[in-house]
């Protein structure tokens, strides 16, 4: 059996044993997630919320933004609390005034350390213990807590309706005044924030833990690091650094990759052009222009943590608020980088077989306007549901889904998802003749296959929820889409395509493109499938979760701390032939994605990794250094580069303008490091350090997050926002000036 077939059977065994793994534990999920009762009642018997108003209540806190404002479970925006640490930490100091009250006469605070202990303890035993009964679907709550959820609800309705006595607060929020607009409305959403709290204090049945497995931390109710979690960092630390050893082992023993002869010329001089491969560049003219967009989204989205009602004194939060420029900002994001991910497949299917088939020209204008429409009307949607113009239902289907990453309406999902499929028969139809005729590219060209395949299927995930699905499940169904679609298999599709590229070049040979591009997503999806689970440790999920995604997301890191010889080897290859000089753009933003991929993704991954590290940063500014770094640094970097190179063979004997594209190199890379540095990693540290001492309620709270300090660090942040501002100019300037200066090409 030759290596090459090992390989495959290596790969499709990954592949099966890993999403049986996934498949059988999201079935846990389902059976152990926190249930959602018929009804709470007090122990007199009172309703205080049914089952159906806590099921409303996540539904408008999802059309007001829902994790674009704020946080359920640590998963969200960062400028508002966590709602469920706020509510947690609120509810537990008014109970304890009640008892001191009660006992003493006094409030809690002015109670010596012994009596505010007895007190903690009385507390505890309160919160922690499980009174859900299953037979009749109802949980019971005492007196006090019913207090305190009447003190709360009032606290919450002044807050996200026009009470003055909340403006400055809402100011640091950035929250709207009337962001819910009526009683009944406000009635259910706290309904939806007592039930998503009472899960992260009630201890499972049969268990010492809460659903949430303690998180968040707070001292006051017992919400402390399990022994799982500790033991489970421990293991994922320690494999990281076996693996890590094993990895350095094989690549000193396989020794360097074998040389290839480089071409006297560029052999894609010689390669047609159809009729669709020139299609693309409209493509990229809309990545250029949703680049901008996106760019000045974040600069008003970054503005709101200081200036939370507006910009500069301009009320924008009133037709603009935080939570439609922040789901724009993210979701631009995703869709320029995608587009121009599709938009390099769609060069390279007809460029490989040199011919497109019937209607190929007619398919990539159909999918470019149907992804405009995508685009607009989903944006459109998403500021309707933000404003209160829609109802919960039509809120669902058009409007905003409040769930980051996938925040745009069911109706917009279906269309993408039928979008993809479209994109995939494009992208199928011109290789079949390749195919059949069995060339030396024949693996190469299935693995690509498979990748474009996995890219349009696994976006179907993102509609295995329904409207008023339990928050645990359809977090579960998120990360599918945002880590196994987003990081999982487009990172597969661009390994394939950069590997593809390099053998067009004539720089690697097809059977150790064929044999790298399979080792290399053996590696990744090894860790990175079953890794989803890392991102699932606090929502509701049994422990072993929690067990696997540590241990199994800690592989995901191996393969990038070695990613510096893929870059010195890009770089080497770059320098090896005179021809090989107009590559000199594209290869550097490859070499840039290694750099992001190991600092970013590795180093700023890893940060956030490990059970005992999330516990206590999970939904601080540690999460956006990783998801800045990761990816723009990454994704968007890749994609720059993978337009880049498109136009080098589109424009073949055109001379670019290489001082703008040494601008937008070096002002998007410098940028983003100084973002990360003068401003994300600073404010997340010391949250984190105020998470450790003082709890998650603290570390995201109004006191902490204005102050004067951390008020200066966000202004450190416009240092790196204007240089990468000017990279990202520089980049769409350069793809408009190329193109319409050269429509003949």
């Not at 059309?63 to 966590?82: F, K, L, N, R, T």
């Not at 949607?381 to 239902?393: I, S």
């Not at 990081?487 to 593809?500: D, K, M, R, S």
């Not at 241990?551 to 080897?569: D, K, R």
């Amino acid at each position: 059996m030759n290596r090459e077939r090992k390989l495959w059977i290596g790969f499709a065994l990954v592949i099966l044993l890993s999403f049986a793994v996934l498949g059988y534990y999201g079935y846990e999920i389902y059976q152990e997630s926190p249930p959602v009762p018929e009804k709470i009642v007090t122990t007199d018997g009172q309703e205080v919320f049914t089952g159906q108003e806590i099921k409303d209540g996540q539904n408008i806190w999802q059309s007001m933004g829902g994790q674009e404002v704020g946080s359920v479970w640590g998963h969200g925006a960062y400028v508002a609390p966590d709602w469920t640490a706020d509510w947690l930490h609120r509810e537990a100091l008014f109970i304890l005034d009640l008892y001191a009250k009660e006992d003493h006469n006094t409030t809690y605070d002015a109670l010596n350390a012994e009596q505010q202990a007895a007190l903690k303890v009385r507390l505890q035993k309160k919160l922690r213990t499980n009174t859900y009964d299953p037979a009749s679907g109802t949980i019971t709550i005492s007196g006090e807590r019913e207090q305190a959820i009447e003190y709360l609800s009032k606290y919450y309705k002044g807050l996200f309706t026009d009470d003055p006595g909340f403006d400055q607060l809402r100011s640091d929020y950035a929250i709207p005044k009337n962001s819910i607009k009526d009683e009944a409305r406000m009635h259910k959403m706290n309904a939806f924030f007592f039930w998503a709290t009472w899960a992260t204090v009630t201890e499972r049945p049969g268990s010492s833990v809460s659903y949430t497995h303690n998180w968040p931390s707070d001292e006051l109710v017992g919400n402390t690091p399990t022994r799982d979690l500790l033991a489970w960092s421990g293991v994922s630390i320690i494999l990281l650094i076996l693996c890590i050893g094993i990895m350095v082992f094989y690549h000193v023993k396989s020794g360097e990759n074998e040389s290839t002869p480089v071409p006297a010329e560029d052999p894609l001089l010689k390669q047609g052009i159809t009729p669709s491969m020139q299609l693309v560049k409209k493509y990229f003219w809309i990545v250029s222009l949703l680049m901008v967009l996106q760019m000045l989204l974040g600069v008003v989205t970054a503005h709101y943590g200081v200036e939370g009602d507006g910009l500069y004194g301009i009320p924008l939060d009133r037709i603009l608020p935080y939570a439609v420029s922040r789901t724009w900002h993210t979701q631009l994001a995703i869709f320029w980088i995608a587009t121009a991910w599709l938009a390099t497949g769609l060069y390279m299917a007809p460029a490989v077989s040199g011919k497109d088939p019937k209607y190929q020209k007619f398919g990539v204008n159909f999918l470019f306007i149907a992804l405009l429409i995508i685009v607009l009307g989903s944006m459109a949607g998403q500021w309707m549901g933000v404003m209160q113009k829609l109802d919960l239902t039509g809120n669902f289907w058009f409007g905003h889904q409040g769930y980051e990453y996938v925040d745009l309406g069911r109706f917009w999902q279906i269309f993408l998802f039928v979008g993809l499929f479209l994109w995939l028969a494009l992208m199928v139809r011109p290789l079949i003749p390749v195919l059949k005729a069995k060339t030396p590219e024949k693996n190469l060209i299935v693995m690509f296959l498979v990748s474009c395949t996995a890219i349009a299927a696994f976006y179907g995930a993102g509609l295995m929820w329904g409207r008023q699905t339990n928050l645990a499940i359809a977090e579960y169904w998120r990360w599918w889409v945002v880590h196994l679609w987003v990081e999982g298999f487009f990172e597969v599709f661009a390994t394939v395509v950069i590997a593809f590229l390099f053998v067009r070049l004539g720089l690697l040979k097809t059977k150790t493109a064929t044999l790298n591009v399979l080792l290399a997503t053996i590696i990744f999806m090894s860790g990175g499938i079953i890794g989803t689970f890392h991102h699932l440790y606090f929502t509701g999920t049994p422990t072993a979760v929690m067990a696997l995604g540590a241990t199994f997301s800690a592989l995901e890191v191996v393969p990038l701390t070695l990613i510096g010889y893929e870059a010195w080897h890009n770089y080497k290859l770059s320098k090896t032939a005179k021809w090989l000089e107009d590559y000199k753009w594209p290869i550097y933003f490859m070499i840039a994605v290694a750099f992001w991929n190991f600092l970013g993704a590795g180093i700023f991954g890893f940060i956030i990794n490990p059970p005992i590290a999330l516990y206590y940063v999970q939904g601080l500014n540690t999460t956006p250094l990783h998801g800045h770094t990761a990816l723009f640094g990454v994704y968007g970097m890749l994609g720059i580069g993978l337009m880049l190179f498109v136009l080098r063979s589109l424009y073949r004997n055109i001379r670019w303008n290489e001082r703008l594209l040494k601008i937008s190199f070096w002002s998007l890379n410098i940028g983003l490091l100084g973002m990360a540095l003068l401003s994300l990693l600073p404010i997340g540290i010391w949250q984190a350090v105020e998470s450790i001492e003082h709890g998650m309620w603290y570390a995201r709270s109004s006191e902490l997050m204005q102050h004067p300090t951390m008020i200066m660090l966000k202004w450190l942040r416009s240092i790196g926002d204007i240089i990468f501002g000017i990279g990202i100019v520089a980049t769409c300037w350069f793809v408009f000036q190329l193109t319409f200066k050269n429509k003949k090409q």
